[in-house]
């Protein structure tokens, strides 16, 4: 299933920061912007294995919302 996550991004000196403000306290870094992208996707894959690991004794459901 796949997902769609807005992300924030910022330069600074050392390349990009990005966020993910729907994951509170997913964030990443690359050297530009490309790398930043992809560290990012990697970053909300794992954090999203880890809530999935946390309730893994809950009926844990999905659902899709439209916005």
Do not use: H
Not at 6 to 35: D, H, M, R, T
Not at 38 to 65: M, P
């Amino acid at each position: 299933m796949n997902y769609t996550y807005p992300i924030i991004l910022k330069e600074s000196e050392e390349g990009y920061a990005v966020g993910c403000p729907a994951l509170p306290g997913c964030w990443s870094q690359g050297a530009n912007e490309e790398e930043a992208i992809e560290n990012i996707k990697i970053a909300i894959r794992e954090y999203l294995e880890v809530v999935r690991e946390s309730y893994r004794e809950e009926d844990f459901k999905e659902i899709e919302v439209a916005i």
